[in-house]
């Protein structure tokens, strides 16, 4: 029972991270979003992964169904030197003790576009995929994948996202 509170508020917690984020991303966004084109896209943006937060529940370390809370962390780049105006936020669900978790996370677009993206994060730093289950604005009806690859400290993250988009028929 004790464990089913906690993660009620974790998920609590999430949600209040995640309306604060949305918000402060719409002030942060600066630059123009990417235009979407007909057929496949690729886009390759870098996060500085600043606005980390662990939430340790139930057993002390690393446990199931820990989370993890990030952003609004901006994304730069694939060069990482240009601050493209856009930032991802989400959180992740720790299935077991290495920190696989189910991830969820949204890319907000300087214009308020948006992609969502659904996915297992692996733990201890390995490059994982992630699914586009939806998009708003400039990327609605959008299809694809984010590959996740982090460096060695975790403090930066390569995500290339391959889009596709179908047209409307």
């Excluded at 896209?41 to 990030?70: N, R, Y």
Aim: hydrophobic share 45%; with cysteine.
């Amino acid at each position: 029972m004790h464990r089913t509170m906690a993660a009620v508020l974790a998920l609590g917690i999430a949600g209040s991270v995640a309306i604060t984020a949305s918000s402060a991303a719409i002030t942060l966004a600066q630059s123009e979003t990417p235009a979407a084109t007909a057929g496949t896209q690729t886009i390759v943006l870098v996060e500085h992964a600043d606005a980390v937060t662990q939430v340790d529940l139930g057993p002390k370390g690393v446990s199931p169904g820990d989370v993890m809370v990030w952003g609004p962390d901006a994304l730069y780049d694939a060069a990482n030197t240009t601050h493209t105006g856009a930032t991802t936020q989400g959180s992740c669900f720790a299935l077991n003790a290495d920190f696989d978790c189910v991830a969820q996370e949204t890319i907000l677009w300087p214009d308020g576009s948006t992609l969502e993206f659904q996915g297992i994060e692996l733990g201890g730093g390995v490059p994982s995929m992630r699914t586009i289950v939806g998009g708003s604005g400039s990327y609605l009806g959008a299809i694809g994948t984010m590959a996740a690859e982090p460096n060695a400290d975790l403090s930066l993250w390569t995500k290339t996202i391959t889009l596709e988009f179908r047209s409307a028929e």
